[in-house]
T-cell receptor
Framework: GESVGLHLPTLSVQEGDNSIINCAYS??????FIWYKQESGKGPQFIID?????DKRQGQRVTVLLNKTVKHLSLQIAATQPGDSAVYFC????????????FGGGTRVLVKP | DVKVTQSSRYLVKRTGEKVFLECVQD?????MFWYRQDPGLGLRLIYF???????EKGDIPEGYSVSREKKERFSLILESASTNQTSMYLC??????????????FGPGTRLTVL
């Protein structure tokens, strides 16, 4: 069935290294994608989003890449810091009314000092 | 800043009890959502609402109902709580905004335990 999923459930990263979190989606009609970060005990927080008419979007230390050909989304975090330790979710909007998002299962990022 | 608040951070109920989870947003958003979050399953949409008194079923509505009498408030109701409804419940809101999706703003979550 159609889904948004993540390749790796846990990612261990050395502090200062770059992190890459991957996400596959299967609905070619999806036109909006978003990454959230969830720290322990908190609700998800917006990191960055991208619309389907773009391939790349950059924020502060984060970059989202969208490859529509292979239906792949990735989040790159530059110079990973201890505060980046969290669970990261990708989500897609399939053009549904009411701004409905479909979420992937999440990837836990652990930053090692 | 957008603020989404949920009435309780932790809640313990007994099987068969009626449970109300309340969510309030202060940014005049049209859309509001209820999710449950379980380990390894991500966020699953229970119900959403795109206007006052309007509601739509999400992916897992069974065992739940919702109420939206005012724009700022969206309530999730468990008519008869069961142990398989033990979970983290997250509320979110978003503006109607652009076609093709917009950021959803989340509350801190309510961890519900049904004994």
């Amino acid at each position: 069935g159609e889904s948004v999923g993540l390749h790796l459930p846990t990612l261990s990263v050395q502090e200062g290294d770059n992190s890459i979190i991957n996400c596959a989606y299967s609905n070619s009609a999806s036109d909006y994608f978003i990454w959230y970060k969830q720290e322990s005990g908190k609700g998800p927080q917006f990191i960055i989003d991208i619309r389907s008419n773009m391939d790349k979007r950059q924020g502060q230390r984060v970059t989202v890449l969208l490859n529509k050909t292979v239906k792949h989304l990735s989040l790159q975090i530059a110079a990973t810091q201890p505060g980046d330790s969290a669970v990261y979710f990708c989500a897609e909007n399939r053009g549904a009314a009411g701004n409905k998002l479909t979420f992937g299962g999440g990837t836990r990022v652990l930053v090692k000092p | 800043d957008v603020k989404v608040t949920q009435s309780s951070r932790y809640l313990v109920k007994r099987t068969g009890e009626k449970v109300f989870l309340e969510c309030v947003q202060d940014m005049d958003h049209e859309n509001m959502f209820w999710y449950r979050q379980d380990p390894g399953l991500g966020l699953r949409l229970i119900y959403f609402s795109y206007d006052v008194k309007m509601k739509e079923k999400g992916d897992i509505p069974e065992g739940y109902s919702v109420s939206r009498e005012k724009k700022e408030r969206f309530s999730l109701i468990l008519e008869s709580a069961s142990t398989n409804q033990t979970s983290m419940y997250l509320c979110a809101s978003s503006p109607e905004g652009l076609a093709g999706g917009n950021e959803q703003f989340f509350g801190p979550g309510t961890r519900l335990t049904v004994l």
